[in-house]
């Protein structure tokens, strides 16, 4: 069973901690003792063999960026001030996904459907006993990763016709906020689109762009979905019901988005799955039941397990002492499946929840 992971801020960790995502997590944890990456933001969680070993087969690979207002110290350095600021940072973390894969023969860029069975292809040339590797020196299952580029956050686009030329350069799925922006209100900055948010709109929609709206304020999230008439998804985001807060998606949210055929990614980050839980606080007291259990709210709340799916937001400033506790890296994502299975799943639902329905969604949106 092939698992995709909508939500993963690979470059952002890459250029401002160094983690090399070809070695394994435990590697770069070996490689972290001394530096500032674990205290900050936890042990590291994802790794090519991780991926490889774990069966996550496509992932969306995030341009993150944050404005300097929302910065807690001094080594945030993705961070922005200005637009041309952010422009600057988001294409440098576009060109690293570049290098990543040209240099990588284990991962491969996905710019179009043709990509994507490109490398789901590979998958079925592991299960007939073909061997590979993962390009790092380290031996791993055959298999490609493919990477579909996620902005998270549009104030990288300078004006909205620009969001064009950041699609021809690879990017295929855009967020209109983290915190508030130029286009959106956002997380803790409520408010509506902006009548730039409502022309990038537009823009996006003439080539066909996914629309990522999580983190958008609320206003800004339904006047998208009655704007929008392209494919939308939440990439990561838990219901509101389990933790309250303006991040996470009501139910009402939540129903709007499937009656959209939209998917949402849902965070195994135990602050988000646990009211009061916080970082040291004992991991035990969150397990991939809480996952399967976020996983089913959204399923009863829409009818179908057609619209839920994983948006791991790893290393998205939490890491592996800040997940359920089986989760050691992301190989172990493929733990979710099992406990859908124990709460009545069947094998056909959770294959879609584990990565058929973001493998729809991307035969849908990729060009």
């Not at 689109?193 to 990522?212: H, K, Q, Y």
């Not at 979905?225 to 009501?250: C, K, T, W």
């Not at 733990?335 to 009545?344: F, S």
Request: with cysteine; net charge negative; hydrophobic share 40%.
């Amino acid at each position: 069973m092939l698992i995709v992971d909508a939500h993963e801020d690979i470059a952002w960790n890459a250029l401002t901690f160094g983690r090399d995502v070809r070695r394994s997590a435990h590697e770069t944890r070996r490689l972290e003792v001394h530096s500032d990456a674990p205290r900050v933001c936890g042990p590291c969680l994802l790794g090519l063999p991780d991926w490889l070993a774990g069966g996550v087969a496509v992932v969306l690979g995030t341009l993150f960026v944050a404005p300097e207002r929302k910065r807690h110290d001094v080594w945030e350095i993705q961070t922005y001030g200005t637009p041309q600021e952010a422009h600057h940072r988001a294409s440098a973390q576009l060109d690293y996904y570049q290098r990543l894969a040209g240099e990588t023969p284990a991962i491969q860029l996905l710019q179009s459907r043709a990509d994507l069975e490109a490398v789901l292809a590979t998958w079925t040339e592991t299960a007939t006993g073909e061997q590979g590797g993962t390009g790092a020196g380290e031996s791993a299952p055959a298999g490609k990763v493919g990477i579909v580029v996620l902005m998270e956050g549009a104030d990288p686009i300078l004006e909205p016709k620009e969001a064009e030329a950041w699609f021809e350069r690879g990017v295929r799925a855009f967020g209109l906020a983290w915190a508030g922006t130029r286009y959106s209100g956002g997380t803790s900055e409520p408010g509506p689109l902006t009548n730039e948010g409502r022309e990038l709109l537009e823009v996006l929609a003439d080539f066909g762009a996914i629309l990522d709206l999580s983190h958008a304020a609320e206003k800004a999230f339904f006047e998208a979905l009655d704007r929008y008439e392209g494919l939308v998804i939440a990439s990561h985001s838990n219901p509101r019901a389990f933790v309250p807060g303006d991040r996470q998606l009501s139910d009402t949210m939540i129903v709007r988005l499937a009656e959209r055929d939209g998917v949402i990614g849902i965070v195994p980050f135990n602050r988000m799955l646990k009211p009061e839980w916080k970082r040291g606080d004992n991991r035990a007291e969150v397990s991939v039941r809480d996952v399967a259990r976020a996983i089913d709210y959204v399923c009863q709340r829409v009818g179908d397990a057609r619209h839920v799916g994983i948006g791991s937001d790893f290393d998205g400033g939490f890491g592996g002492d800040q997940v359920p506790a089986e989760i050691d890296t992301v190989a172990d994502l493929a733990k979710i499946g099992p406990a859908l299975g124990e709460i009545g799943y069947s094998d056909a639902d959770i294959a879609a929840v584990m990565g058929e329905n973001w493998l729809r969604m991307l035969r849908a949106g990729l060009p």
